[in-house]
């Protein structure tokens, strides 16, 4: 176990430094030039050369990749060209509204998925199975920016119960932040209580024909009890393996979610970073999103262990 | 709706569990803004961009302004004088100038941020080439000496938008013209809040409160700077439909510039007003003059010949009330419009385009217009220009891009089949082009000059006339021809203006100054 976790954490070194080579070159290799998104429409050439050469963008890029390393090993992660402010100081400042609306998302799709699954797997093939997945694939299908719109129009125009837009941090109270993430993470909950209640019937129902659940069956135990204890913890493993890709397929949904609700976050971010070709930040970001989803990977390849007790590494 | 009852129960509860944390609105008059764009670079000295500018104006202060007569008229200086001859110009401040950390505004300060600004901007660059020196007299005066003829020295001094001369402490206009400042202290009626700025979130002001404003009425960038709220914020909302949403949800009290797709939801809506916060703005078709087939002039005039501007317009804007036609280069209502515009008309001349195709020789080399598909404020025009050119007898080839990567493009030099270009649209505000001058793709020096990179002497000479002129009339007689040249040479064409339409909560909302730049003063909340 302990091995495996050394060397599983040894290996994320290499990993994030070819993602790192890769998103360097990406940037770099794209079209577009920052140097001509800071200067404005109306500059001279002059001036564009000279911003340029000030960012550092007529280096070799070898230098330049160079001169990134040694940000990163220090853990500033470079300096945004438009912001002027370090880059882990940014994703500092939009962090909390991405990992609260993550979390709440993640809390309210397990919370209604699982349940979901498992009473469809219960009624397999019954009128309520039927209408629970017609259900998760019309969640599934819809667009998160149409669900977002939707609920926006009769939540806070039509009923006003809900603002529009924004993020109310948790310092400024616990009913400003409810109720700015309320919308936006029931938007991207549909469609990942869509995904994980289809896995989790599938999971239930396929264990519910296993000998070990007729034989729980045959010792008089309780329907709810063969349905929690014995077919919903052995089927745990493809479950939890979905929720870990879930949280992947979120950090593109938030992207789509912030902007819809104009949450400050790291997806609001990425996208102006992207749009104005903010090479460090573009960087900074993908490189922590990438380390979130080897760090992700990580704890459920170890949830297995606990899961599942024939799995060894 | 029982649904309805139980989350309001539920969002109740929550709010009790928040309450005992006051909100700032109860307690001061708080003005919620959308700026056209997020607020990412806090020196305007340092980019052109119109956001950076009206952050500017915020919280910095001019030597002069402009009415909204376009007049000139002094703002932090309290007399001034020249000698007859307009060589020798003598500045005095006005009282009760104080920056934010409540020093007092001297002339080293003045002259210090004058220097900064005349490395960066194109017409402040000309006004120190002209200068013999500029020097303090005493704490509050100063005087400027000129080796050349410049007859726009109060125009430069009050130019209200690209880069506008603002006064900074003289420690932080120090700062080399090529760095960003990293002090953000000015003179002007608002104090920007450094420790509450969030990038992509909001941007903060509050009133200054030892602001001196002048004793005549606000109109445009001069006047009296009367703050009437007590704290301003930026609200960043980039998605059109949650604008709309947030100020019907009384979120937000302003958009600064309503996106021509929101309008119609916008006008229908009873809540909601809409003001004339910045006036007009105006689109062009600039041709890349250096490299095929728009290097041969006939071939350019041809593609402007192809220009119908109400086709143009209609497609981009969608409702008549957004936008008018105008063949001049020069706004409609400035002192420079003028409808002597050569052979251009704004209206398409497809024959006699195709005629002069056939006697420039045109070997059907394709014309690569370049299209920012992303770009909501422009992303119309390009398919209309292309059938367009097209029907004038062009071989178009219209490549799709983000607006990034066009800006990018448009200062590659090769040519346009090997990455280059032949033609982009872009907007301008009007404060851009009231004057050749200020207006900046309007170049005839070549290689040295604004993407397209036009070389034309003729047109050179003209503006170095206009700025040599002495008086109004003279002016204006240039003017005109320097509108008829950049048709004859085929620098680019107007495409028509639009209204850059502010909406404003009806009833919180009044005192709106129009000015040539998006500014706040002045304006009320109930």
């Given at each position: 176990m302990l091995s495996f976790l050394v060397r599983r954490i040894v290996a994320i070194v290499p990993v994030l430094f070819v993602v790192a080579l890769i998103v360097f070159m990406m940037t770099r290799f794209a079209p577009g030039d920052p140097a001509a998104a800071i200067v404005g429409n109306d500059a001279s050439a002059a001036n564009l050369e000279r911003v340029r050469s000030n960012l550092g963008l007529n280096d070799p890029l070898p230098v330049q990749f160079g001169r990134w390393g040694w940000q990163l090993v220090h853990g500033t992660l470079g300096e945004s060209f438009f912001l002027k402010k370090p880059v882990s100081e940014l994703i500092g400042q939009r962090i909390e509204p991405t990992f609260a609306l993550t979390v709440m998302t993640l809390l309210m799709t397990v919370l209604i998925a699982i349940p979901l699954g498992v009473v469809a797997a219960w009624r397999h093939g019954g009128w309520l199975d039927r209408m629970l997945m017609g259900l998760s694939a019309l969640g599934f299908s819809v667009p998160a920016f149409v669900i977002g719109y939707v609920l926006i129009w009769i939540f806070a125009l039509r009923w006003q119960l809900l603002p529009v837009q924004g993020y109310g941090r948790i310092s400024d109270g616990i009913g400003p932040w409810l109720s700015h993430l309320i919308l936006p993470a029931t938007t991207l909950s549909i469609i990942y209580v869509a995904l994980i209640a289809r896995v989790t019937r599938a999971a239930v129902a396929e264990a519910m024909t296993e000998d070990y659940i007729r034989t729980a069956r045959a010792k008089g135990i309780s329907e709810t009890r063969v349905l929690i204890r014995h077919a919903l913890v052995n089927a745990a493993v493809p479950i939890v393996t979905v929720i870990g890709i879930g949280v992947a397929l979120l950090i593109g949904g938030v992207v789509v979610t912030e902007s819809v609700f104009a949450i400050p976050g790291l997806g609001s971010l990425t996208v102006d970073a992207v749009l104005s070709r903010d090479f460090p930040l573009i960087q900074g970001i993908t490189l922590l999103f990438s380390a979130v989803y080897v760090g992700v990977n990580l704890m459920v390849d170890i949830s297995y262990l606990v899961l599942d007790p024939r799995i060894r590494y | 709706m029982a649904i309805r009852y139980v989350l309001a129960a539920f969002l109740f509860g929550a709010l009790v569990a928040g309450a005992g944390h006051p909100s700032l609105a109860q307690e001061t008059k708080v003005l919620r803004v959308v700026p056209q764009s997020d607020l990412k670079i806090l020196d305007p000295i340092w980019t052109t961009a119109f956001v950076t500018r009206n952050h500017g104006y915020a919280i910095y202060d001019t030597l002069f302004g402009v009415d909204a007569e376009g007049k000139v008229r002094p703002q932090m200086v309290g007399e001034y004088s020249s000698s007859p001859d307009h060589m020798k110009w003598s500045f005095t401040l006005r009282e009760g100038l104080h920056f934010h950390d409540g020093k007092p505004v001297t002339s080293a300060d003045v002259i210090q941020s004058l220097k900064r600004w005349g490395e960066r901007d194109s017409l402040g660059q000309r006004l120190f080439a002209a200068m013999e020196n500029i020097e303090a007299k005493s704490d509050t005066t100063f005087e400027m000496a000129l080796k050349q003829p410049f007859g726009l020295v109060l125009e430069a001094l009050s130019k209200p938008a690209s880069v506008p001369p603002f006064i900074m402490p003289k420690s932080v206009a120090e700062t080399p013209s090529d760095k960003q400042?990293?002090?953000?202290?000015?003179?002007?009626?608002?104090?920007?809040?450094?420790?509450?700025?969030?990038?992509?979130?909001?941007?903060?002001?509050?009133?200054?409160?030892?602001?001196?404003?002048?004793?005549?009425?606000?109109?445009?960038?001069?006047?009296?700077?009367?703050?009437?709220?007590?704290?301003?914020?930026?609200?960043?909302?980039?998605?059109?439909?949650?604008?709309?949403?947030?100020?019907?949800?009384?979120?937000?009290?302003?958009?600064?510039?309503?996106?021509?797709?929101?309008?119609?939801?916008?006008?229908?809506?009873?809540?909601?007003?809409?003001?004339?916060?910045?006036?007009?703005?105006?689109?062009?078709?600039?041709?890349?003059?250096?490299?095929?087939?728009?290097?041969?002039?006939?071939?350019?005039?041809?593609?402007?010949?192809?220009?119908?501007?109400?086709?143009?317009?209609?497609?981009?804007?969608?409702?008549?009330?957004?936008?008018?036609?105008?063949?001049?280069?020069?706004?409609?209502?400035?002192?420079?419009?003028?409808?002597?515009?050569?052979?251009?008309?704004?209206?398409?001349?497809?024959?006699?385009?195709?005629?002069?195709?056939?006697?420039?020789?045109?070997?059907?080399?394709?014309?690569?217009?370049l299209y920012p598909a992303n770009f909501a404020v422009l992303n119309k025009f390009p398919p209309v220009m292309a059938a367009l050119l097209k029907q004038a007898g062009f071989n178009v080839d219209m490549q799709s891009m983000d607006w990034p990567t066009l800006v990018a493009r448009r200062a590659m030099k090769n040519l346009s089949t090997q990455g280059g270009w032949s033609a982009f649209i872009t907007g301008w505000n009007i404060p851009d082009n009231v004057n050749p001058l200020f207006y900046a793709p309007i170049t005839g020096n070549g290689q040295k000059g604004w993407f397209g990179w036009t070389t034309d002497e003729r047109l050179e000479t003209l503006k170095g006339e206009f700025l040599a002129a002495d008086s109004e009339d003279q002016r204006k007689a240039l003017a005109v021809s320097i509108q008829e040249r950049v048709y004859d040479a085929a620098v680019l064409a107007p495409l028509g203006e639009y209204k850059q339409l502010t909406a404003i909560r009806k009833e919180a909302i009044g005192g709106i100054v129009t000015s040539p730049v998006g500014v706040f003063w002045g304006i009320t909340k109930n």
């Open positions: - | 400042i990293d002090s953000y202290i000015g003179s002007g009626p608002f104090i920007f809040k450094v420790d509450e700025y969030r990038p992509g979130e909001r941007v903060v002001y509050v009133k200054n409160t030892k602001y001196v404003p002048r004793n005549e009425p606000a109109s445009g960038t001069a006047g009296g700077k009367v703050v009437k709220v007590d704290r301003m914020e930026w609200v960043i909302l980039t998605d059109a439909q949650t604008q709309t949403n947030a100020i019907t949800n009384g979120e937000v009290d302003l958009i600064e510039w309503v996106p021509a797709d929101q309008y119609l939801a916008l006008k229908n809506n009873p809540k909601i007003d809409f003001a004339n916060l910045v006036p007009k703005g105006s689109f062009a078709l600039h041709l890349n003059r250096l490299v095929p087939p728009f290097n041969n002039v006939k071939i350019a005039q041809a593609a402007l010949m192809a220009v119908s501007q109400e086709a143009l317009m209609r497609a981009q804007m969608v409702h008549k009330d957004l936008y008018n036609t105008n063949a001049s280069i020069y706004p409609t209502g400035t002192p420079y419009n003028s409808d002597k515009t050569s052979f251009f008309t704004g209206k398409p001349q497809l024959e006699k385009a195709r005629a002069l195709l056939k006697e420039a020789g045109y070997q059907n080399e394709p014309v690569v217009l």
